[in-house]
């Protein structure tokens, strides 16, 4: 009897999660669906999914017409795939020495990764603004790159997955005479998939969606990102909403590539960052 009690509960909580999933999905499925249509259709206010007029002009035009929409997607990639790498690395070494290295201010080093995680990131927009300035790098890739290269998040939850893995393979590898250094590349990061997985959708989602930074930073159109680059179709007494659209699919892209390579060791490397403290 128990048991089919919670066999009828999980059919509730997937049915509910199913539910969830249409809901979420409707508003993805519009924007796909406008992306085909014309703008004066669009304008009309139906709510159909199916383009009365189905075109691909909207995406002729991006491409052929906005002479920049190249560039603002070639500036994003490399800007979002160059964060990523330095967080892959930089986060774990400092996760790894926080939880396998003792040294002197360990603790206060540690207690400082834990306060910046409740700082919120729009009080140290201005003070980047101003240090970017001062450096020259205004309108540049490394001023959009250079305050992302560490996440305090992530440098926490990679300690929490160093503290569960397993010392055993580092006495081994050490009694092989691999020192420190190799140790961690070429026996610890092998094996931290899962961690590094999680760690680079959320690492790459973040940095392509960035909008904040780049309008603070970029003021050259040709240095936009994409998030940015999308304002350029919004006229002063019209807003292009088939040219959003469109626009939006191809921004959508590589983070869902990104999420559907990784997706194997995402709940893996998120649920095995949680254990000791």
Known sequence: MIAKSARSWVWLLYIALAVYAFITFIPFAWALSASFKSLPEISSGGTNFIPKAFTLDNYKTIFLQEPLFGRWLINSIIIAVTVTLFNLLFNSMAGYALARITFPGKQFLFFLVLAVLVVPGQITLLPKFLILKSLGWLNSYQGLIAPA????????MMR??????????EEAAALDGL??????????????????????????????????LPLVVMSNPEMFTLPLGLNAFKGQYVTYWNYIMAASMIFTLPALAIYAFFNRYFIQGVTFTGGKG
Not at 149 to 156: G, L, S
Not at 160 to 169: A, G, H, T, W, Y
């Open 149 to 156: 290269i560490v996440n305090a998040t992530f440098i926490f």
């Open 160 to 169: 929490q997955f160093f503290l569960n893995f397993p010392k055993e393979l």
């Open 179 to 212: 020192n420190r250094f190799e140790t961690f590349f070429q026996v610890v990061m092998p094996l931290a998939k899962p961690a590094l997985a999680a760690q680079t959708i959320f690492i790459f989602m973040g940095s392509w969606n960035e909008f904040l």
